[in-house]
């Protein structure tokens, strides 16, 4: 807030000046033609033209006591000024600022080396929280508070959108609505990792940078569960191992391409995250790489970094644990869905593996009706169509 300059306030009295059949804006004019003056006439001299204000002299204006003096003509009479009206020195406002016809008064303040700006803001709003505001008046937190919510808004819906993105790519290549929903839950449990990275380096989270990482850490997680999950499947229809069996050696075998894909990441967003700087042209003309840690490039990008390295190692022990945990579940599920949940003299689909000479896609899922006295089932009610449908084709996924 400006300071605020020295003003005169003249108050009228309208009931007074109402007597004397007087309005506000005469009383106005009157002053307004004391003290700036108003136009009487112009003054032409060849092509140049010079206007003629008439005012009081200047040791008139700049006397608060002369306004005692000066007359208001009403009706072919003159008013004394001091009848009808009153007059003070006050303090005025320097500035009046508007946002949306509403007038505001902005304060602000730069936040001290070494605090986050949040956390002041906090104490503020703690501080402010008990403040009895007079009726009209609201107190709204502007600035970078303000642009901290739009970035975070927008980095949530491109956040959302991504996710919706990817669920409807995978829904559409497994043909399936479970194995997504696994991958999904593998992405989403993935920031976990990224708040327990910030938390033990002791960074805050921005809304910027964190929320890039958390996007792009997304399809990292992605390909190592779509890896997985795709050989697993390959496995029980391609060589015909059970679910268990499937489990134990898809782990083992993507095990290591999991496990180089999380390090050669992690790696790499070393530097970035430690602020490690190398002059590589300096290093390739004179030998001098002038190496050296931190500046303000490593405070703008470590977060991401951070982000990244965190949720990725800890997203690798959900792709190599949970995932599978998850997938078991889901089977087991549709299992006893497949079980309860259709008519007795059904044939139920199981997986089997392919005939010999047989040429069966990658992550495609090969089913057989087996005879029902060949399959275990014990139902103990006759569902409704619906749920017969939804058991059905559970079981396929």
């Known amino acids: 807030m400006r300071s605020q300059r020295p003003e005169?306030?003249?108050?009228?009295?309208?009931?007074?000046?109402?007597l004397y059949d007087l309005s506000t804006s005469q009383v106005g004019m009157t002053i307004r033609t004391a003290i700036q003056g108003t136009e009487a006439a112009k003054y032409r001299d060849g092509n140049d033209e010079y206007e003629i204000t008439v005012r009081l002299a200047e040791p008139y204006r700049a006397n608060l006591d002369a306004l005692g003096d000066l007359t208001v003509f009403a009706e072919g009479r003159q008013v004394p000024l001091s009848s009808v009206a009153t007059w003070r020195m006050d303090e005025g406002l320097g500035v009046v600022r508007r946002r949306n016809m509403d007038r505001v008064a902005t304060i602000s303040s730069?936040?001290?080396?070494?605090?986050?700006?949040?956390?002041?803001?906090?104490e503020v709003q703690q501080t402010l929280q008990n403040v009895t505001l007079p009726a009209g008046y609201t107190i709204r937190y502007t600035g970078e508070q303000e642009e901290q919510q739009e970035s975070m808004q927008f980095l949530m819906m491109a956040f959302m959108i991504a996710l919706a993105f990817i669920a409807l790519i995978l829904m559409s290549q497994f043909n399936s609505v479970v194995k997504p929903f696994i991958i999904m839950t593998a992405v989403i449990m993935s920031?976990?990792?990224?708040?327990?990275?910030?938390?033990?380096?002791?960074?805050?989270?921005?809304i910027i940078m964190t929320g890039?990482?958390?996007?792009?850490?997304?399809g990292i997680v992605v390909n190592n569960a779509i890896v997985l999950i795709d050989y697993i499947d390959l496995l029980r229809t391609r060589d015909g191992l059970s679910r268990d069996e499937a489990l134990v050696q898809a782990g083992i075998t993507r095990f290591r391409p999991v496990i180089l894909t999380a390090i050669t990441t992690v790696l790499g967003l070393v530097p970035l995250a430690t602020g490690f700087n190398l002059d590589f042209f300096g290093l390739y003309t004179s030998l001098s790489p002038n190496i050296y840690w931190g500046g303000e490039q490593a405070a703008w990008w470590a977060p991401m970094a951070i982000a990244v390295i965190a949720g990725l190692t800890f997203a690798t022990?959900?792709?190599?644990?949970?995932?599978?945990?998850?997938?078991s579940i889901v089977d087991d599920t549709a299992l006893f869905l497949a079980r309860h949940f259709t008519h007795e003299d059904s044939a139920a689909p199981v997986f089997a593996p392919a005939a010999p000479g047989a040429v069966v896609p990658a992550g495609a899922a090969t089913a057989v009706l087996v005879p029902q006295e060949h399959v275990v089932a014990r139902p103990r009610?006759?569902?409704?169509?619906?749920l017969q449908r939804v058991g059905s084709a559970l079981r396929l996924f």
Do not use: K
């Open 191 to 206: 920031t976990v990792g990224v708040l327990l990275g910030l938390m033990v380096f002791r960074m805050p989270f921005g």
């Open 212 to 218: 890039v990482g958390v996007i792009s850490l997304g």
């Open 317 to 327: 022990m959900l792709t190599l644990v949970i995932v599978p945990v998850l997938y």
């Open 381 to 386: 009610r006759r569902a409704a169509a619906l």
């Open 110 to 122: 730069d936040v001290r080396a070494g605090e986050q700006s949040n956390a002041v803001l906090a």
């Open 8 to 18: 005169v306030v003249v108050e009228v009295d309208r009931e007074r000046a109402a």
